[in-house]
């Protein structure tokens, strides 16, 4: 009895020790819904990685080219660029990618997006550890404002 509660007292630091598999939660997806012709788009969610890591890629098969972009001031001019070397995730805090800021650009749509439709999104985390790991997130879209 003795050594099954020992075994017990040490498992949540084995539990941290080892590479956890979720380390990363995706809340909250959603795209920016599109009108025809429209060729680019963004992709919104709130991110927490456990052990802190880097956004390093994304892809959808909605698009030709996914980036995660950043808003930026260029002169007096706001301009969203991509985040080099991937988006920065500290250690057990939200990081909010939200309109007007961090989000992911859906860019060469092959298909309007409209309202009700769910857009398949993989994300790949790379931890402090330098290992990586996918996560496979539906996004639902929501309608442009005003429409
Ligand atoms: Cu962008």
Redesign the pocket.
């Known amino acids: 009895m003795k050594k099954l509660a020992t075994l017990l007292a040490v498992a949540p630091l084995l539990a941290l020790a080892l590479p956890a598999q979720a380390q990363t939660t995706v809340k909250e997806p959603w795209v920016r819904g599109t009108v025809p012709q429209q060729k680019a788009t963004?992709m919104f969610a709130q991110i927490t990685s456990a052990g802190g890591g880097k956004l390093v890629a994304a892809s959808s098969p909605v698009a030709g080219v996914v980036?995660v972009?950043e808003m930026a001031m260029e002169g007096n001019v706001m301009k969203?660029r991509a985040v080099a070397g991937g988006l920065d995730l500290p250690a057990g805090k939200a990081v909010d990618l939200k309109p007007g800021g961090y989000?992911v650009?859906l860019m060469d749509l092959k298909k309007e997006l409209k309202a009700g439709d769910t857009v398949p999104v993989t994300l790949v985390v790379e931890g402090k550890d330098g290992k990586r790991e996918t996560l496979e997130v539906k996004a639902p879209v929501k309608a442009l404002a005003g429409h």
Do not use: L
Request: hydrophobic share 35%; aromatic share 0%.
């Open positions: 963004g980036e972009h969203m989000h650009m």
